[in-house]
């Protein structure tokens, strides 16, 4: 089966920039997820979506990040506007959340962001 | 929240023999425990898991430990082999994964 598709892969851009990053999932999983993996760190949930509804988002800096995932299938991640601190690799994730058990999380390749 | 300690951050082994990484976390509710592996520039990718009704699991060289009652679960790794050599990553769930911040193995020849 197909895995996970990120892209872009990387993107450099001047703070107070715009960027946005799009993910789409394993065919069938229902649970999307967006982590933040500063280097030297383990990835940080951002936000959490079963389908197209949200379940966590308590961790996205939301004065700056937005997520959608319209049809419950593709989702996209904005940061606007970028500031130093956003650079990190974005890794996007799926899962087949099956009758409430928790399921192997499959990670895409990831969007290496730099913040200049 | 949940929150998951690692240790050691760092671990130099000869190959053949066997490392040890130990994981805490904090949240009694946290049900599913997962261990990562990634390689420079790649995506983490799993390589075992272990559910809280379950306290050992082992595959081939890969051994997960979990104690409930201590909240604290490890990952074995025995007969390493340079290609073992990655950054590991603890995480507890009881949705989304709370990973811990790594452990980088070095296994030399």
């Known amino acids: 089966e197909a895995g996970v598709a990120q892209s872009p892969r990387y993107k450099i851009i001047e703070k107070r920039q715009s960027v946005a990053f799009w993910c789409n999932p394993i065919s069938g999983h229902a649970t999307l997820y967006w982590y933040q993996q500063i280097l030297g760190q383990g990835p940080k949930l951002l936000i959490q979506?079963?389908?197209?509804?949200?379940?966590?988002d308590s961790q996205l800096p939301k004065d700056r990040f937005s997520a959608e995932r319209l049809k419950g299938v593709d989702s996209t991640l904005k940061i606007q506007p970028a500031k130093l601190e956003d650079s990190a690799v974005y890794l996007c994730?799926?899962?087949?959340?099956?009758?409430?058990?928790?399921?192997?999380?499959?990670f895409g390749p990831g969007t290496r962001l730099t913040v200049l | 929240g949940e929150n998951v300690e690692q240790h050691p951050s760092t671990l130099s082994v000869q190959e053949g023999d066997s490392a040890v990484i130990k994981c805490t976390y904090s949240d009694s509710a946290s049900n599913y425990f997962p261990w990562y592996k990634q390689e420079l520039g790649k995506r983490p990718q799993l390589i075992i898991d272990i559910r809280s009704n379950v306290g050992e699991k082992k595959d081939q060289r890969i051994a997960v430990t979990l104690n409930k009652t201590a909240k604290h679960f490890s990952l074995h790794i025995t007969e390493t082999q340079p290609e073992d050599s990655a950054v590991y990553f603890c995480?507890?769930?009881?949705?989304?994964?709370?990973f811990g911040k790594g452990t980088t193995l070095s296994v030399s020849s």
């Open positions: 995480a507890a769930s009881t949705g989304a994964l709370i």
């Open positions: 979506f079963q389908n197209n509804g949200v379940v966590d």
């Open positions: 994730a799926s899962s087949h959340l099956a009758g409430g058990t928790h399921n192997e999380q499959f």
